[in-house]
């Protein structure tokens, strides 16, 4: 049984006057893939950036590694090996596509197989290497910031909504991209409103409602539990295909 | 920095319309490199203002008093070393000037160092408190100031290379304005090296756009921000030396007076935009002196016109920063 890289136990977070998280609890394996599903405002992005220190865990705590990380500054916890993609992609739009990757390559200049596979994953990126970022697509902006997590090895990567508004034909690159970065021993916390996607690619899943964790288990049982999914994502039999 | 060349348009479009309304061809080039000059002292000194709103969102109205004290150790130095001033000697000239202008960057520099800690860092993401506590350390270090240095006014010689003017047919140009635009062209081409050739400039070009970003990256942001605060503090006590040598006179005032410049030229450009900083200034500078030849009596008010009319056509200055 492979042992918890990221734990939460009793995670809460408020911003202003607005508690966002109540005791948020769930692992995520070494070298698995973990799902966060949960309807809008259910607190998923909310605990992404908690984890990443952007927002303060106002108790819980937060363990990366056998390490209490809650309350370390970002850039700590960022040096742990957890890459961050947020919702809003946050691309350096007045950078380069090479700028972008040199920045998040914190030791050093990019290894060149490494890009070499992102590139053959994202081909996007090397046709527009010295493009500034800003003039990207949309999804050419989302493989720019998934890409920038992925320059170096990470131990953890957290992708909030990597799918939203890509074409089939990008996702399922995304779809190998991650399962390639599972091979290689680097485990995933990915917050998905597309089921599908979710089923295909994780192993393990968190189910998030009013800021807890309503349902965490194997993502095999979740996905033919049809009634489960319809109580706590809302999900009619169509969206499941 | 910036591939949208229709701002530096304006600088040839300014001045060429400047030609016919000036008449005379010499008055215009000396007005001209005039405002050159004094833009490119204004840029030097706002360029540090403009980094450091653009990393951390700080507005900072204090900015003034690291201009204030450069001018005022700059002065000190130089009247200290006056027979070296007034000798004929370019290097005896320089011998002065270059300490004079050095401990003006370092102690503003340290100003600056020891203003953040104090002054900024309490109130980080606060800009209300922000302006009301900047604005209260440029009153207590124009005090300051008045204390250390006395309530009246330093008259302050240029060193004899720096005087008189360089003669190219009719047209007579100041020997000082010349120097100060090489400087400042010299502090525009190194920041924009920096900013564009360097790891460090990656990430404060990147840390102004999206600095939350920057640390989720794994990078200190506020240890980059109290660098570039330190290097703008620094680089306005460069500004203060020069702008004293200048006006051939410092005054505890003088922060405050070249501060409403300052911060004309960073909203023009666009906050955070050491490019718009560098085009802003130009225009500043080169609209006060036109304005004061043609029309004394609305000098004072071009500037605020002029920023009117770019707030109008691009409301968010000339070179925007993309925000998160």
Redesign the interface.
């Known amino acids: 049984m492979p042992e918890a890289l990221l734990s939460l136990r009793g995670v809460r977070t408020n911003i202003g006057r607005y508690h966002i998280l109540h005791g948020v609890e769930f692992d995520v394996l070494e070298g698995g893939l973990t799902m966060l599903l949960g309807r809008n405002g259910a607190g998923k992005t909310t605990t992404l950036r908690t984890i990443m220190g952007l927002w303060r865990a106002a108790a819980g705590e937060i363990r990366f590694a056998g390490r209490d990380i809650t309350g370390l500054p970002t850039p700590d916890i960022a040096r742990l090996g957890i890459a961050y993609v947020p919702e809003s992609m946050a691309i350096f739009a007045d950078l380069t596509v090479q700028e972008n990757l040199v920045l998040a390559a914190r030791s050093g200049p990019p290894d060149r197989q490494r890009l070499d596979w992102i590139f053959g994953r994202f081909e996007a990126l090397k046709r527009f290497w010295t493009l500034p970022a800003g003039h990207l697509s949309g999804g050419q902006k989302q493989m720019l910031a998934v890409a920038r997590a992925i320059v170096e090895p990470r131990r953890l990567l957290l992708i909030d909504e990597p799918t939203k508004g890509l074409a089939p034909a990008i996702i399922a690159n995304m779809i190998d991209a991650f399962r390639e970065l599972k091979d290689g021993a680097t485990s995933l916390l990915v917050v998905e409103q597309n089921f599908a996607f979710a089923r295909q690619l994780g192993d393990s899943v968190a189910v998030m409602d009013d800021g807890k964790v309503a349902h965490s288990g194997g993502m095999a049982a979740f996905a033919a539990d049809t009634g489960l999914q319809q109580h706590l994502l809302g999900l009619g039999m169509g969206e499941h295909q | 920095m910036t591939?949208d060349w229709v701002p530096l348009l304006l600088i040839p479009v300014v001045a060429a319309l400047a030609l016919p309304l000036v008449g005379s061809p010499t008055s215009w080039v000396t007005l001209t490199v005039a405002g050159l000059a004094m833009g490119l002292m204004i840029f030097i000194m706002a360029s540090g203002l403009t980094l450091t709103f653009g990393l951390m969102d700080v507005l900072n109205f204090g900015h003034g008093a690291f201009i204030a004290v450069g001018a005022f150790v700059a002065a000190s130095v130089m009247l200290a070393l006056a027979p070296w001033m007034t000798a004929d000697s370019l290097w005896l000239n320089l011998a002065a000037v270059g300490p004079a202008v050095l401990a003006a960057m370092a102690v503003s520099g340290a100003l600056g160092w020891g203003f953040e800690r104090v002054i900024v860092r309490p109130v980080y993401g606060q800009h209300l408190r922000q302006i009301l506590v900047t604005t209260g350390g440029l009153i207590v270090a124009e005090q300051l100031l008045k204390v250390v240095w006395g309530p009246d006014q330093i008259t302050l010689a240029r060193p004899t290379a720096l005087r008189g003017a360089f003669l190219l047919g009719d047209v007579a140009i100041e020997k000082y304005r010349v120097l100060a635009v090489l400087i400042g062209l010299a502090v525009f081409a190194a920041l924009a090296l920096t900013l564009n050739r360097t790891?460090l400039g990656?990430?404060i070009?990147?840390g102004v756009?999206?600095g939350?970003?920057?640390?989720?990256?794994?990078?200190?942001?506020r240890r980059l921000f109290v660098g570039v605060f330190v290097a703008g503090s620094a680089l306005a006590g460069l500004g203060g030396a020069m702008w004293g040598l200048y006006q051939e006179t410092v005054t505890a005032a003088v922060g405050a007076q070249v501060a409403v410049l300052v911060f004309i030229v960073v909203i023009i450009g666009g906050l955070g935009s050491v490019g718009g900083c560098f085009i802003g200034a130009l225009l500043v500078g080169l609209t006060a002196n036109y304005v004061g030849f043609l029309a004394p009596k609305v000098a004072l008010g071009s500037n605020i016109l002029l920023m009117a009319l770019i707030l109008l056509w691009r409301p968010q200055g000339l070179y925007p920063?993309?925000k998160?």
């Open positions: 591939r790891r990656l990430l070009r990147a756009e999206n939350e970003m920057v640390e989720a990256l794994g990078y200190r942001i920063v993309a998160r």
